[in-house]
């Protein structure tokens, strides 16, 4: 008995998950189809990925609230990018597309690693400025217009499926979830099972040990944050990869979610702990409502509120169990 | 209930049959004292033995489960640190509770500001005056106006103390108030609980230092287990005496130390200088040696060692090991050279309180135990960490248990365990016994025994005499920045030590 | 080092914002909704357009969308001596106020796209139709369903000019005497990903969706995606005229699902407004209070033009 307490304390994400699906799934006969369910698993692959990133940045005790920007800059640079490929092949529209994201990812990261890093600004300011700078970018690189006219191929791994048969003839499952699933695994193994993903924990845990215990905490930063700019990249170009154009004004507000999710999954903002894994029940929580109150036509002021009352309640319930713990 | 009267014995401060259950423990069983108006009543005990339960009783944080607290002979009833505060009962906490960015006068008054004519504004002009006052009355060389920040921790200890004066206390509790003060730091902070004692205010001493007891208490009260042992004068008592009531067994003498053969030369540092932090630093530690480092606070002792161990930078100055010179820009490359170093702050430098046993045993060899493709090797950490806590007698639940939950003690020993594990074979110890209880101290001084014994090299830093004197083998001892001796364990007396490390002679 | 760095970099910066050049000529300052919509991008083409035509140093800001922020900017144009402020009024309640007091300080004070209602400062507005750009969203969707069809409307509730056109779509299909079934996809709110999800899920629930008629360009490349990846035959009524919508509409593929277009002519908003402005600076006239550029229908044959 006692162990299922403690079960169920440690994985009440995992409970409120499977309530909200049932909650759904009861009130709404679309819900509970697999098209839907296949539809979600795709609608939360941006997420997934910013928050998989976010997870590294935030167990350093860190925060980036660039991931929206740095999506929709690598976003409408993919498709910049892609028009200058207009007979690409399938391969060939992915490699452009996961360049440009590891690219204008990797540098956004890098850079607010440097900042954070050399110059000892806060996270917080840092990515602020981050995010309002890869804003500005995108308006500029776009001229505010959206970029288009991309081959089909281009949206081959945001919007392609697979598995074609008679009642689905474009296919069932989404390329983008396959894909997700990869890459957010690697993620999830890279912290949890690497030495690197260990010293990500213990720089988190606390700078000083780790740095007595030889471990390059700037270092581990930097490359934490290149990560969290790589994965909010790949979640945009997907974003424009899906949608066939460049929006510049995408992903805006995404970080929001993003942390949420984040923090949804247990992730303290303190720093220390948290996992990539326990994370994206946070995004399945987030995806499953917004999926669940469309079915239901619940307006999209509601579904703010709503999700904002879950993410209070979660971080409630997390001080609450760790007054308990202490 | 004995009868209440005009006698002026009666007992200010009365526990009476407490007993203390949390779910699953009992944390205090029976436990009855008296304390008296212008004594200081000093609680020992090892860690565990329900001292902090008994304060936390007395001062409001906890209710007690049994038994009753009588103040001047009444029913206390206090039940918040708040009505504890009121009915002028303050507690001294080792962790000092200073608002850091405030004035001295500032925090003297905290709560309690002085207004201009009872309205809403702040009086500062009488506010410094009465906290300089005060100070002044201390004999303390602190200015009400100097921002608590800048002030040493000895300093800052004063103004906890002033604190308690302006507020016409009647009961402090102080909480190993003497744990972070040098020797010289301590004298003072004795001369102000004299004052405080001349002025009828019955102090409760909480201690792990012996010697102490001897230097200004009037009467000890042993606890273990939760229980009152027994409560001595102290004149009619020894420090051993106490000890065997605390440990429930004889204990001939608590620093272990055998006989070590010095071995070949590990390290050597050579004119090692930091710009107006130390200078002109030179020495040599041995296998087989503990190589004991004294010197009051700001004598530079954890500078020094910072700097071996590449946590901090240097001027100038050459360090060798095994013979060879090594450049360490930070701590990876001491390490890599099987450098270990145990901070003296371990809650701050030392641990990552909310990881596991296991995590922090392994942190520093993850590097050097990776699989292929910097994967973990799970099965080494588990069985390593397993093999380490049998071997240390590190009393934890298991290896999977969060470190913040085991006593200093034993949260010491995994820090030792993490070096040894990473094959250090010189380790720094800067105040390795800082905090922990006697039993502890005993066991952990026998590890470093046989670590020094299978030819490893320990450099100790230490504030307590008689730990340095107990342990070393050698004693260096600085004095502002500079080597002012060096004593063999035969030679070395707590007179000449303290002559070294406090007067100016000479050089 | 750093923190010289620092210094220089935030020196470079200033002295940079006190070397732009000023001009001599009449100055009007224009406040537009936000360069982060295409719409509003090309308005302001129009107007650097027309300025220059007309001898105009026009001084164009964003507003955000933000009443707030559009308060500032007029106060500021104001202060730095423009002769007129021109300025779409997405936010009415919230820039009154600042509107009324130029107006007051002898600044004239214009509005395109929308304006505000509660108050007579304005001199003239030029705008779209948007309830009329509705009722043409209306009839394309009539005219592409069939008889009790199922046909969607993707909206934005927060701004005026989206509300003007679900309102003439609404009044047009109700009225139609096809009995067709409104199907709410939902609220956008102007992130083309957002409407990819609304869209399929709308499409989940209903895969006999026939048409659906999206107030803004970005909800239509969202419904797209959505219907192309459902395998679903829903035709789609863009609104805007954005140059993506004409490349879809053109396109093989896409122009099977995207088939019509209701566009306004930003360029002729941003034209118009600036002339009007010209007019009055010079005449004290302006040719009308309210001037609508009407929105008409692109399709397939037209779009190329």
């Known amino acids: 008995m006692s162990k299922i307490k403690i079960w169920l304390e440690k994985n009440m994400i995992i409970l409120f998950l499977v309530i909200l699906c049932v909650g759904f799934g009861l009130s709404n006969d679309t819900f509970r189809t697999s098209k839907n369910l296949f539809n979600l698993t795709s609608q939360m692959a941006i997420n997934a990925l910013l928050s998989a990133g976010l997870t590294y940045v935030i167990i350093l005790g860190g925060i980036d609230i660039s991931v929206g920007s740095v999506a929709a800059l690598a976003g409408v640079i993919s498709c910049i990018v892609g028009l200058k490929f207009p007979n690409m092949s399938t391969l060939g529209g992915i490699v452009i597309i996961i360049a440009s994201a590891v690219v204008v990812g990797g540098l956004c990261g890098l850079f607010n690693g440097v900042v954070i890093t050399q110059f000892n600004v806060v996270p917080m300011i840092t990515t602020l400025a981050t995010m309002t700078m890869a804003r500005g970018l995108t308006y500029i690189v776009t001229g505010g217009t959206a970029v288009f006219g991309l081959p089909t191929v281009f949206s081959f791994l945001g919007a392609g499926r697979l598995i074609k048969n008679g009642t689905s003839p474009n296919g069932i499952i989404p390329v983008v979830t396959l894909f997700t699933i990869a890459v957010v695994f690697m993620m999830h193994v890279l912290l949890s099972k690497t030495v690197f993903g260990r010293h990500v924990y213990a720089s988190g845990s606390n700078a000083n040990v780790a740095h007595l215990s030889g471990i390059s905490v700037k270092k581990v930063t930097l490359v934490s944050h290149v990560l969290c700019g790589i994965m909010a990249a790949l979640g945009g170009v997907l974003v424009a990869s899906k949608l066939q154009n460049g929006q510049p004004g995408a992903c805006d507000g995404y970080e929001m979610y993003a942390i949420a999710s984040t923090v949804l999954g247990g992730t303290s903002l303190a720093g220390g702990s948290g996992s990539v894994a326990r994370a994206m029940f946070g995004v399945a929580i987030i995806a499953v409502i917004n999926n669940g109150m469309n079915l239901l036509h619940i307006s999209s002021y509601w579904q703010k509120v709503v999700i904002g009352t879950i993410i209070l309640l979660a971080v409630i319930l997390d001080m609450a169990q760790k007054k308990k713990k202490a | ?421 990473a094959n250090s074979n010189i380790l720094i110890l800067d105040e390795p016994t800082r905090g922990i209880d006697v039993n502890a101290k005993a066991e952990f001084y026998t590890l470093m025994n046989a670590f020094v014994e299978n030819g490893g090299c320990i450099m100790a830093v230490s504030s307590e005499l008689p730990e340095i004197m107990g342990i070393s083998d050698r004693i260096l001892v600085m004095r502002e920045g500079l080597i002012s001796g060096e004593l063999s364990h035969d030679e070395a007396s707590e007179q000449g030590i303290i002559e070294l490390a406090s007067l100016h002679s000479g050089i | 080092m750093k923190k010289t760095f620092g210094f220089m970099m935030a020196v470079v910066l200033i002295a940079a914002l006190f070397v732009l050049p000023a001009a001599a000529a009449d100055k009007v300052g224009f406040i537009v909704g936000s360069r982060e919509h295409v719409f509003y991008t090309l308005i302001e083409k129009g107007i650097n357009a027309a300025a220059k035509d007309l001898g105009i140093d026009a001084v164009v800001l964003d507003g955000n969308l933000d009443g707030n922020v559009t308060s500032d900017h007029i106060n500021n144009l104001v202060a730095e001596g423009c002769k007129a402020v021109a300025l779409s009024c997405n936010d009415p309640g919230g820039t009154t106020p600042a509107m009324e007091a130029a107006d007051r300080e002898g600044v004239p004070v214009f509005t395109f796209d929308c304006t505000s209602t509660q108050t007579n400062v304005v001199k003239s507005f030029v705008g779209t139709d948007n309830v009329e750009g509705g009722r043409l969203g209306g009839r394309e969707t009539v005219r592409l369903a069939s008889a009790g069809a199922k046909v969607g409307i993707i909206n934005y509730d927060e701004p005026q000019s989206c509300l003007d056109r679900r309102a003439g779509w609404e009044e047009i299909v109700k009225a139609s005497d096809k009995n067709l079934k409104i199907i709410e996809v939902g609220n956008y709110v102007g992130d083309a990903s957002k409407a990819e999800q609304l869209m399929t899920d709308a499409l989940t629930q209903n895969p006999d969706l026939e048409v659906v008629f999206t107030v803004g360009d970005p909800a239509a490349a969202g419904a797209l995606a959505a219907i192309k990846a459902a395998g679903a035959s829903t035709k789609i009524i863009g609104f805007d005229g954005n140059p993506e919508a004409k490349a879809a509409m053109l396109d093989a593929e896409n122009g099977r699902f995207w088939v019509s277009e209701i566009s306004q002519n930003p360029d002729a908003i941003g034209r118009q407004i600036t002339e009007q402005i010209a007019k009055y600076l010079g005449t004290g006239k302006v040719d009308s209070e309210v001037i609508m550029i009407s929105p008409y229908i692109i399709t397939k044959e037209n779009a190329a033009d």
């Open chain 2, 1 to 421: 209930m004995k009868a209440k009267g005009p006698d002026t014995m009666e007992p200010y401060l009365r526990v009476k049959n407490i007993g203390k259950t949390f779910p699953g423990v009992i944390a205090l069983n029976d436990v009855s004292a008296d304390f008296y108006a212008g004594e200081v009543h000093a609680l020992v005990g090892e860690n565990g033995a329900g001292k902090s339960t008994l304060i936390k009783i007395i001062s409001g944080v906890y209710t007690p489960t049994e038994g009753e607290v009588l103040l001047g002979g009444q029913a206390a009833g206090i039940e918040t640190p708040r009505q504890a505060l009121d009915k002028g009962i303050a507690v001294i906490h080792q962790e000092l509770s200073i608002a850091n960015d405030l004035t001295v006068a500032e925090n003297i008054f905290l709560g309690e500001e002085p207004r201009i004519k009872g309205g809403m504004f702040l009086d500062r002009k009488k506010m410094n005056a009465d906290a300089q006052k005060v100070l002044d009355f201390m004999k303390v060389s602190i200015r009400a106006g100097d921002v608590a920040r800048r002030l040493t921790a000895a300093q800052q200890q004063m103004v906890e103390i002033a604190k308690v004066i302006t507020k016409e206390t009647k009961i402090v509790i102080m909480d190993e108030p003497t744990s972070s003060l040098s020797e010289h730091e301590i004298s003072s902070l004795f001369e102000q609980v004299a004052i405080l004692k001349k002025r009828g205010v019955a102090v409760i001493y909480i201690t792990h230092r012996l010697k102490e007891l001897f230097m200004i208490c009037d009467k000890v009260t042993v606890m273990r287990d939760g229980c009152v042992v027994n409560t001595f004068k102290i004149d009619g008592v020894t420090e051993r005496e106490i000890v065997s009531n605390m440990v429930g067994r004889e204990m001939k003498d608590y620093y272990v130390r055998t006989v070590h053969t010095k071995g070949r030369e590990m390290l050597r540092v050579e004119n090692l200088s930091m710009e107006g932090v130390f200078k002109n630093i030179s020495f040599a530690a041995h296998s087989g040696e503990i190589l004991g480092i004294y010197g009051l606070i700001g004598a530079g002792r954890t500078e020094v060692m910072e700097s071996i161990f590449g946590a901090r930078g240097v001027t100038s100055g050459k360090i060798f090991v095994e013979g060879k010179e090594a450049r360490f820009s930070s701590p990876r490359d001491a390490i890599a050279s099987s450098i270990g170093l145990v901070t003296e702050d371990r809650r701050r430098t030392g641990l990552m309180l909310d990881a596991l046993v296991k995590d922090n045993m392994v942190l520093p060899s993850l590097v050097q135990h990776q699989k292929r493709g910097g994967f973990l090797d799970i099965k080494w950490e588990t069985e390593t960490a397993a093999e380490y806590v049998e071997k240390m007698k590190v009393k934890t639940p298991s290896i999977n248990t969060v470190i913040r939950t085991l006593s200093g003690g034993n949260q010491q020993k995994v820090i030792l365990a993490k070096w040894m594990i």
